[in-house]
């Protein structure tokens, strides 16, 4: 079992999984509202080889601690349960170190049951897949190029199943709604005690909103006081023509520098659940500070 061939077969099937799970997660990006246009996913067919230099080691790694040693638990089990070793033994065992997994992780985020619901069925779905290839590979010779080949067609035909669907319009592409200045006139909450009044006169009040820029800068919790900002302003609307990703609200408060700058407020939600992202943390990859109509 823990030969060079199962080890590398199981490492394949995790990175070709995680190439798919990229890439699905792409197209679902395209019709999650967001405050920024995503990347194509069809980058991440061009990219595959370049990956295996970051992915490669990771799938090797888990491998060796996760895939293999719930091979042999499962081989252990159906021994010592039922007399023989047994396939179905290997998504049981999967299932339970996933669930450990899922716990473990729960203590430290708290995502919640929905999310650990899905991190569960993702983990014991993958350790499944790349256990089961690891124990045929182990009692029946060579699995890596049927892994690799079949991971490719699988990676062609969700790109080509994505697109269609899309241009065909069965799933619309998200596109931030169009507004205006009398649109955007309102009160505003970031859900957390924070709340913005945008008046009809180009004036701005801000209550205990979060300078989560200058937070970052200094690298630290958000919810200390000294983040929290309030005063008087004013604000603009930029039309950003010719998309609506381009549309921008200017808010300009005295005692909250950081807020929107230096590229302003953008427009997500939808039409009758809007939001304003002000964007901080790493510009390739950012966090957003949103606010929603109250």
């Given at each position: 079992?823990?030969?060079?061939?199962?080890?590398?077969?199981?490492?394949?099937?995790?990175?070709?999984?995680?190439?798919?799970?990229?890439?699905?997660?792409?197209?679902?990006?395209?019709?999650?509202?967001?405050?920024?246009?995503?990347?194509?996913?069809?980058?991440?067919?061009?990219?595959?080889?370049?990956?295996?230099?970051?992915?490669?080691?990771?799938?090797?790694?888990?491998?060796?601690?996760?895939?293999?040693?719930?091979?042999?638990?499962?081989?252990?089990?159906?021994?010592?349960?039922?007399?023989?070793?047994?396939?179905?033994?290997?998504?049981?065992?999967?299932?339970?170190?996933?669930?450990?997994?899922?716990?473990?992780?729960?203590?430290?985020?708290?995502?919640?049951?929905?999310?650990?619901?899905?991190?569960?069925?993702?983990?014991?779905?993958?350790?499944?897949?790349?256990?089961?290839?690891?124990?045929?590979?182990?009692?029946?010779?060579?699995?890596?190029?049927?892994?690799?080949?079949?991971?490719?067609?699988?990676?062609?035909?969700?790109?080509?199943?994505?697109?269609?669907?899309?241009?065909?319009?069965?799933?619309?592409?998200?596109?931030?709604?169009?507004?205006?200045?009398?649109?955007?006139?309102?009160?505003?909450?970031?859900?957390?005690?924070?709340?913005?009044?945008?008046?009809?006169?180009?004036?701005?009040?801000?209550?205990?909103l979060t300078d989560h820029a200058e937070?970052?800068?200094?690298?630290?919790?958000?919810?200390?006081?000294?983040?929290?900002?309030?005063g008087r302003g004013t604000w603009s609307?930029?039309?950003?023509?010719?998309?609506?990703?381009?549309?921008?609200?200017?808010?300009?408060?005295?005692?909250?520098?950081g807020l929107g700058e230096p590229y302003?407020?953008?427009?997500?939600?939808?039409?009758?659940?809007?939001?304003?992202?002000?964007?901080?943390?790493?510009?390739?990859?950012?966090?957003?500070?949103?606010?929603?109509?109250?």
């Open positions: 079992m823990w030969a060079a061939r199962p080890i590398l077969a199981a490492a394949c099937t995790l990175y070709m999984a995680a190439v798919l799970g990229v890439e699905i997660n792409g197209f679902v990006e395209l019709a999650a509202p967001a405050f920024g246009p995503p990347d194509a996913p069809g980058a991440v067919l061009l990219i595959t080889p370049f990956l295996v230099c970051f992915g490669g080691p990771f799938a090797l790694v888990a491998s060796l601690l996760l895939v293999l040693p719930t091979v042999s638990a499962a081989r252990w089990a159906g021994t010592r349960f039922t007399g023989h070793d047994a396939w179905w033994w290997v998504p049981v065992i999967a299932s339970v170190v996933a669930a450990a997994g899922t716990a473990a992780l729960g203590t430290a985020w708290r995502p919640g049951p929905g999310p650990s619901a899905l991190v569960w069925l993702t983990g014991a779905t993958l350790l499944t897949a790349a256990a089961l290839v690891a124990r045929r590979t182990a009692l029946r010779g060579g699995r890596v190029r049927h892994v690799l080949g079949w991971g490719a067609v699988a990676a062609v035909a969700v790109f080509a199943i994505g697109t269609g669907v899309f241009a065909t319009g069965l799933v619309p592409e998200y596109r931030p709604p169009r507004v205006d200045a009398a649109v955007l006139s309102g009160s505003w909450t970031d859900g957390e005690g924070g709340t913005l009044r945008l008046a009809a006169d180009g004036t701005a009040h801000a209550e205990g937070a970052y800068k200094d690298d630290a919790e958000p919810t200390a006081a000294k983040y929290r900002c309030s609307y930029e039309a950003g023509d010719p998309t609506t990703w381009d549309q921008r609200v200017r808010i300009r408060i005295k005692d909250c520098h302003g407020w953008r427009i997500g939600g939808t039409p009758d659940r809007l939001e304003l992202g002000s964007e901080y943390g790493e510009p390739d990859a950012p966090d957003w500070y949103a606010l929603t109509r109250r």
